[in-house]
């Protein structure tokens, strides 16, 4: 059986499906088509339900878990490793809400964050993740939200941070951050939703005992990224809930998704959530 596999071209994405897509572990007879895209896009995608696999941002997957379920490994999900709201003069939390704020997309997580943690916030612009740092620079925003590597880079560039909103969710909540799942259509066999988890999982583990198998992969699509930002960002987002969420995991999750819930009447999750 053939399915479309989709993910991301950040380190954190290709390291861990890097033994999928180069047959280094048995996909028990499932082949894929792989595309690879930002997170927004594949956001987007997954609106409309073109993909069978793909990553997600939590947001994102709040408004179409009825069409997908969160597979048990491949999450984005820990300490210390949220989005970061950054500027390039000093400003003070209690001065944002009339800035103009560069988002990596209306469906991350990221820019859920944001308004959950201040939502008197007015003008927020979409931009494509690895563009909001020149955005700033340039001056077209007063401030942007970075994800990915951009934590690791900002401050080489000038910029200063005005809140690390991972940092606040974790301070207010007691929880991890959720900040992107793999999820896999509904509608799939119950058998192959259950096989490609088990398939994942192996890749995860794969990954995480061999190390410097995956490299020449993620190094292929890891654009300008040095060697030293680009395992920074495995070390920090790959982790134990990438393995498997375990219970704690799933609760942060469902934590989450509440949240969003009770800012967005229009939010419905579908049970189960996960395979």
Known sequence: MKLQLCFST??????????????????????????????EELNKLAMSADSDITK??????????????ILNSGSALGQKNGPLLVSKTKIYCDEIHDLNIAIPGKNTTAAALLQFLFPQIKTLREYLFSDIEA???DGEVDAGVLIHEGRFTYKNKGLQLIADLGELWETRTQQPIPLGCIAIKRNLPDEIQQKFDRILRKSVEFAMQNPNESLPFVRKHA???????????????????????????????????EKLKTTNDSIKIYEPIFV
């Open 10 to 39: 950040c380190p954190n994405d290709t390291f861990i499906f890097d033994a999928i897509v180069h047959h280094k572990i048995d996909t028990e007879n499932l082949d894929f088509d792989v595309y690879m895209a930002d997170v």
């Open 56 to 69: 997600l941002s939590f947001n994102a997957y709040s408004h179409i878990s009825d069409k997908y379920m």
């Open 135 to 137: 955005a700033i620079l």
């Open 223 to 257: 654009k300008e990224m040095d060697e030293e930002t680009m395992q920074k960002h495995i070390n920090l987002f790959v982790n134990n809930f990438t393995v498997t969420l375990g219970a704690k995991g799933k609760e942060a999750i469902k934590f989450f998704l």
